[in-house]
């Protein structure tokens, strides 16, 4: 089984939109969703309910909602980036809401990848989920990620 | 004449001084000569007794001697008869012979010793008598030795005749002797008197005499200094009296003033040198005629209607004086003291009328000055003060009063030191220290007590005051009271301050209310777009999930979900760009205008306009880029927009320069806009029309409005219903025009 992407976003109706459109675009990387910005950094880190790491693997890619609850998705993003192990290899794609210069700036600063603004149609959305499997799931060649099983 | 008065006025004084004085010379003289007289009778008297008694004394002596030498006489001669009747030898009758004949004149001188003192005593009688009988005794006994031998001699001789005789002789000569020596002591004693009575004379002649001499000195001595100042006055008047008319006449001349003696009949009779130069008339022509008619003419009417009453007054004997100003014929305009003296006759009679006519323009006009000054002294609203070098007030002005609350009388004569506060008096040694070196001391800042012990905030300008030959002989200080000034200053400072706080507090609110407006837009962008793409995305997955098991009104529905959130997304998108205008801060650069144009009819999309650009490239003005460039654009599409349906959009863009700015023109041949409206439609959410014919958010001009006047420029539309319009936007020009710059992107 490939490995899962890790969907960071807290608004259901995205989420079920971004899910529908990976599975429209048949993509066979399982999307793992977490809900608020400490749920990402359990996950990451293999801790609390995520402490099975057969269950829950390192994801492949990292989709970063930066509105989150909790820890919000700077945060989440400077925690990934000044981790000491592999973790911080993993790449991020935010995918927001806030077209906001500094918001994009501020993400680039913090080591994002690449920087999606969540668009109002849903058709725009199809194109960039299937951009975003041919680019970062096929084309790129992502980092290697030795998984430490606890 | 007052020469002639002094002489006899002093002889006079000096008669009346000197006579009682002379009286008591005379007396004090007449009583020291009779006084010296006296004592030279005294004197004489006793010197005289003095002499008397020397000679009686003399012949006392001369007695006494003749008595001794009579008995040494009579002894001898006894002595020889005696050895001559012993031995009868004849060689010792040689005594007895001797003595025989010396009797004689022993005899003689005593009788003559004798004589001087009047009758001769009995004594001495006694003793002549005595002298006789001894002798003839013996020539007897002598005679009877040689006639009848020695026994009748010595028979005589033993008779005791001889002896007794010798006895009386004896005796008598001692009783002459007592009685001489007794007158002798007598006259000692009155010689005694006689010497102190001289003496005393003598010496109190002396002592009178010296006294009166002294006197006389001193009354003498006075006496004549009197005289000599009395003959020197009299000698210098008697000079002054020798001055002749022509110095009389230069003396008048050489007074600076007009010196005239007119009659009573009002002509001159004399006028002085003077007259010459102030009226331009020879002295010696004014004689005789009328004072009237020469003031008139050479001073004026005016004058002599001022003068004349006086002068008039004059003749009635009355001494006048009064002040007037005229121009006199040499042109000079002079007030003048006219003086007139009547000369009286010993009378009373009013002989005629000496004029002084005195130029004081220039006493006048120093002392006007000098009120002047004074009364802008007093007047000033600075308080004026002046003082002494040793800091004693002397002079005080109002303002003075009013500052330090001493008034004038009370503060001259008083130490500066009332009025420095006691930690300053150090301070106001210094500052004279510093004015004795003749500097100045401008606003100076200090504190001053007044007379309640209150301060007072003062401003001091202080500078030393000379003398004519520019000695310091005082200072000078003139003073403001500040206190206001001061008041005025802190209350500024304090506003200041408090509109500072003001200013930082409203800064504050404003940067809260532009991060709240900032939270607002990131929320809108965020959290208004969520539920958006909720529907819109729900809607879409609807359509194409379920679009089969839906009916056609069920599709139409959600159709019009999508169109619905569309709109919305747009409304959003302007709102944030409204909205972002008024937060982000330009820098304007210099950009082509023909290049944003064209760049903006770009950004247009599928529309179905060709806008004709017409934009020279030599246009360039200081602006945002990509706000021009939206800008511009939202121009554009509003023009393609409002198009007449059944006319072929025609649009054109050109621009104009305009003062210091450039207008960039749309024009359109569409729809136009009713003036009422004109402005309207640069608000926000301000539309014209429905969504169904022209669509749009109402937020595109208010876009350009405010983009516009944030780049210090404007924006407007000349327009007629249904005759198109033509928008315009102007923006200040850039100097110098960037002319190497071709693309405005590059430069962002």
Not at chain 2, 80 to 94: K, M
Not at chain 2, 385 to 398: E, H, P, R, Y
Request: glycine share 6%; net charge negative.
């Amino acid at each position: 089984m490939a490995d899962p992407i890790l969907l960071v976003e807290d608004d259901n109706a995205d989420s079920m939109l971004i899910i529908r459109a990976f599975r429209k675009a048949k993509i066979s990387n399982p999307v793992e969703r977490v809900d608020h910005g400490d749920a990402a950094v359990d996950y990451l880190n293999g801790s609390r309910e995520f402490n099975d790491r057969v269950e829950y693997p390192l994801p492949v890619l990292i989709l970063l909602d930066l509105k989150l609850p909790r820890r919000s998705g700077f945060e989440v993003l400077a925690w990934i980036r000044n981790h000491p192990g592999q973790i911080r290899r993993i790449p991020v794609v935010v995918l927001t809401s806030s077209a906001h210069n500094e918001d994009i700036n501020r993400a680039y600063d913090l080591g994002a990848n690449s920087y999606l603004v969540k668009p109002g149609n849903p058709e725009i959305l199809m194109d960039i989920v299937q951009s975003l499997d041919s680019y970062w799931l096929t084309l790129n060649s992502g980092p290697e990620l030795q998984d430490l099983l606890p | 004449m007052t020469v002639q008065t002094i002489h006899p006025t002093v002889e006079a004084t000096l008669h009346r001084a000197s006579g009682s004085g002379r009286r008591l010379l005379g007396v004090l003289t007449l009583s020291g000569v009779l006084l010296l007289m006296l004592c030279g009778l005294l004197g004489y008297r006793a010197l005289e007794r003095l002499a008397a008694n020397e000679q009686a004394t003399q012949r006392s002596e001369d007695v006494t001697r003749s008595l001794e030498e009579l008995l040494a006489t009579v002894r001898d001669a006894e002595t020889g008869q005696r050895g001559y009747l012993l031995t009868g030898r004849d060689e010792y009758l040689q005594p007895y012979i001797a003595g025989k004949q010396h009797i004689g004149p022993a005899v003689e001188r005593l009788r003559r010793a004798l004589a001087a003192d009047g009758p001769m005593p009995a004594s001495a009688q006694a003793a002549e008598r005595a002298t006789e009988a001894k002798l003839a005794e013996l020539d007897q006994s002598i005679a009877l030795y040689r006639s009848k031998g020695r026994d009748a001699a010595l028979a005589l001789v033993l008779t005791g005749q001889g002896q007794r005789e010798m006895d009386i002789l004896r005796a008598s000569v001692h009783a002459t002797e007592l009685v001489e020596s007794r007158h002798m002591a007598e006259r000692t004693r009155d010689s005694a008197r006689s010497r102190r009575v001289a003496v005393l004379a003598f010496s109190l002649s002396l002592i009178g005499a010296c006294v009166l001499l002294g006197v006389i000195y001193v009354a003498l001595s006075s006496d004549l200094l009197r005289r000599e100042r009395v003959e020197r006055s009299l000698r210098s008047s008697e000079e002054q009296e020798r001055l002749s008319a022509a110095e009389l006449r230069t003396l008048s001349d050489r007074i600076p003033a007009l010196l005239s003696y007119i009659g009573t009949d009002g002509r001159f009779v004399r006028a002085n040198e003077v007259y010459r130069r102030w009226m331009k008339i020879d002295p010696e022509d004014i004689i005789g005629r009328q004072i009237a008619h020469v003031l008139t003419q050479r001073v004026g009417v005016a004058y002599w209607s001022a003068v004349a009453p006086f002068f008039k007054r004059a003749c009635k004997g009355e001494s006048v004086s009064s002040e007037a100003t005229g121009t006199y014929a040499d042109g000079v305009e002079r007030t003048v003291e006219v003086n007139y003296q009547p000369d009286l006759a010993p009378d009373g009679q009013v002989r005629g009328v000496v004029a002084l006519v005195n130029d004081i323009s220039t006493r006048r006009h120093s002392e006007e000055l000098q009120a002047r000054l004074g009364a802008i002294v007093q007047s000033s609203s600075d308080a004026i003060v002046l003082k002494s070098l040793d800091g004693t007030i002397c002079a005080w002005n109002q303002a003075a009063e009013r500052i330090y609350g001493w008034a004038e009388a009370e503060a001259i004569g008083k130490p500066i030191y009332i009025i420095v506060p006691p930690e300053l008096h150090k301070q106001e040694d210094r500052i004279l220290e510093r004015l004795r070196q003749g500097e100045r001391i401008e606003q100076l800042e200090t504190v001053r007590v007044r007379k309640d012990g209150t301060r007072v905030d003062m401003s001091l300008t202080i500078s030393p005051v000379f003398d004519n030959v520019g000695r310091i002989i005082g200072v000078s200080k003139i003073g403001r009271d500040i206190t206001e000034r001061k008041r005025t200053e802190a209350a500024v400072q304090q506003l200041n301050a408090e509109l500072e706080t003001r200013v930082r507090e409203r800064t504050r609110e404003l940067q809260e209310a532009n991060d709240d407006l900032q939270a607002f837009s990131y929320s809108v962008s965020h959290d208004l777009r969520a539920p958006l793409r909720a529907i819109q995305g729900f809607a879409d997955a609807l359509l194409e999930d379920y679009g089969s098991q839906l009916d056609e009104t069920a599709r139409s529905y959600l159709a019009q979900v999508e169109q619905g959130g569309a709109r919305m997304t747009q409304l959003i998108d302007d709102l944030l760009a409204y909205s972002r205008l008024s937060r982000v801060s330009f820098e304007p650069r210099p950009i082509s205008l023909e290049r944003a144009a064209l760049d903006a009819r770009s950004q247009l999309g599928p529309m179905a306009c060709t806008p004709l650009i017409e934009v020279g490239p030599e246009f360039t003005v200081l602006a945002h880029a990509p706000t021009l460039e939206q800008s511009i654009a939202n121009l554009l599409s509003n023009a393609c927009k409002f198009v007449r349906p059944d006319v072929a959009s025609r649009i054109r863009v050109w621009a104009e320069p305009r003062g210091r700015c450039i207008r960039l023109w749309v024009e359109d041949n569409g729809i136009g806009i009713a003036p009422e409206h004109q402005e309207g439609i640069f608000r926000v959410f301000e539309r014209l029309h429905g969504q169904e014919i022209y669509p749009g958010t109402g937020i595109g001009l208010a876009i350009v409005r405010r983009a516009a006047e944030r780049m210090q420029g404007a924006a407007g539309v000349e327009s007629e219903l249904g005759a198109g319009s033509r928008f315009w936007l102007e923006l200040p020009r850039a100097e110098p025009p960037a002319r190497l710059r071709t693309s405005s992107r590059a430069e962002n």
